[in-house]
């Protein structure tokens, strides 16, 4: 993954210039000029309580922090919290712990409570290098978890864990760095392993669980509630509007990093913080790349490019991918293999109802990309569409991109991709007239009673269409900056 990239340059040249208007995204909290529409803590509370209903008698879940990671030396990777964290608590800084228990809890005074938060203890010195924290004071009012206490506390604390007959847990993350400060989540890890008695080996015991980690928050994750949908709908309309602008804007000479700078400007502009995966701008044969994430082609000529890029707004990933052809007209094989991609993702909605097997939108898929690159002399016998259609149809969206859940029978408030590509490198075996054309088309459908609803329909998909959005005047086609000096600035 490419780490969080910053266009602030871009952005402060371009803001005045762009016709965008970002709407109701970054309505500003008064006093803290905050977005006003994350998610509130009475959602957190919510999925705690869906998640106790789930939950075995006498049993206890614990969700931990996802660990910091080294970018180089002393600075680290943008930090990405775990959407498990972010979902039942709404805390996003590492280094925490969240217990949540089927059955209240009384401590030794008597107080009752149904979790535990350890969070991050507030340093002033850390916080003016590295950020502002919510700390327990915040972890209350802010998220409504007043049983919050710092991570120190954790090792003290008293929680007898043999009085439960379940103790949920994920697999512990291999490579987490122990670093100077005693409460980091290295340190909680073991604090928690040596409290719970958590044994070396869980073969042939039922008491410690990670697979029902998984179990149960796909349970809750992959159906998506009235809130969440707000911001997803929101993820996947500005990744349109990524592509939109893009296909516009879309010239020869551009680079594959331009087109990626262009696609993330205009999600920041909406206001998504991040990308959910490294932006994929594929151009000819790189897309056949399936996640080519490098970007590095410094020319995309006349090319098609596959653009495979999703905003994450509030935390809520989009998925969402065009082939777009740069010349602003599909070449004949082109457009033969880019209909034939967008007939089979036409033959798998037909297939999306609440209730219908997941497997059978897939085989209609299938079949249609099969039959078409046999009728045209790609492949021999239909057993070997797999060669150029490497990947499955789709993928639940959500918190994670490739999101947690099941992947038998479609449920309504299920949001997954339709996805069908084929991807043709050079030296395949078939005629050189095909080599190096790769077509991706990619959707995001929320999964309705009687069929579906298309969230990504902000970008044209039909061949003519996407034509005619490349052939309109775009607000950056004037957008030039000043060539990068080749000899030393002069001195005063
Ligand atoms: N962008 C990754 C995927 O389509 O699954
Ligand atoms: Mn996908
Ligand atoms: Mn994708």
Not at 459 to 477: F, H, I
Request: one cysteine or more; aromatic letters at 10%; glycine letters at 8%.
């Amino acid at each position: 993954m490419n780490i969080r990239i910053r266009f602030s340059i871009l952005l402060l040249v371009l803001s005045s210039s762009f016709s965008l208007q970002a709407q109701n995204t970054n309505q500003a909290n008064a006093t803290e000029s905050l977005p006003a529409d994350y998610l509130p803590a009475s959602f957190h509370a919510g999925r705690r309580e869906a998640l106790r209903a789930l939950m075995p008698e006498k049993s206890v879940m614990l969700v931990l922090a996802y660990p910091t990671r080294t970018f180089s030396n002393d600075v680290d990777y943008f930090y990405h919290a775990n959407p498990d964290m972010y979902y039942f608590s709404g805390y996003k800084e590492p280094h925490s712990l969240l217990l949540i228990f089927k059955e209240p809890q009384t401590d030794s005074t008597g107080k009752t409570y149904s979790e535990l938060l350890f969070v991050q203890k507030r340093n002033a010195q850390a916080e003016q290098w590295t950020g502002r924290r919510l700390g327990t004071e915040g972890a209350g009012t802010k998220l409504g978890i007043t049983a919050s206490f710092n991570g120190e506390a954790f090792k003290d604390f008293s929680i007898d864990f043999s009085k439960f007959n379940k103790i949920i847990y994920d697999r512990f993350p291999a490579d987490v760095p122990n670093g100077s400060d005693k409460a980091d989540l290295f340190d909680l890890i073991q604090q928690f392993k040596q409290k719970a008695g958590v044994p070396e080996s869980l073969a042939g015991q039922t008491r410690f669980d990670t697979r029902l980690y998984r179990e149960l928050t796909g349970k809750l994750r992959e159906i998506k509630t009235p809130e969440e949908m707000v911001l997803l709908r929101k993820a996947v309309e500005i990744s349109c509007q990524g592509q939109n602008e893009v296909m516009k804007a879309m010239r020869p000479d551009m680079s594959e990093l331009e087109i990626q700078g262009l696609h993330e400007y205009v999600h920041k502009k909406y206001g998504a913080e991040e990308v959910g995966y490294g932006s994929i701008i594929g151009a000819g044969e790189n897309g056949c790349v399936l996640h080519y994430e490098e970007n590095t082609k410094t020319r995309i000529g006349n090319s098609m490019v596959l653009m495979d890029v999703g905003a994450e707004y509030h935390g809520y990933t989009a998925d969402v991918t065009r082939t777009v052809p740069a010349s602003g007209k599909f070449s004949a094989e082109e457009k033969i293999i880019y209909n034939l991609v967008y007939e089979a993702q036409e033959a798998a909605f037909k297939k999306l109802k609440d209730g219908a097997s997941w497997s059978d939108a897939g085989t209609a898929a299938r079949e249609v990309l099969a039959d078409g690159l046999l009728k045209n002399g790609i492949i021999k016998d239909k057993k070997e569409v797999g060669k150029y259609y490497p990947h499955g149809l789709s993928h639940h969206i959500g918190l994670d991109v490739h999101d947690r859940g099941t992947s038998q029978v479609l449920k309504k408030d299920m949001v997954i991709t339709i996805e069908p590509g084929i991807y043709i490198p050079e030296g395949s075996n078939c005629d050189k007239k095909w080599w190096g054309i790769a077509v991706r088309i990619e959707d995001d459908a929320l999964i309705t009673q009687n069929g579906y609803e298309l969230l990504s329909a902000w970008a044209p998909r039909k061949a003519e269409d996407v034509e005619k959005m490349v052939s309109q005047k775009s607000a950056v086609d004037d957008f030039k900056l000043a060539p990068l000096h080749t000899t030393p600035k002069k001195a005063f």
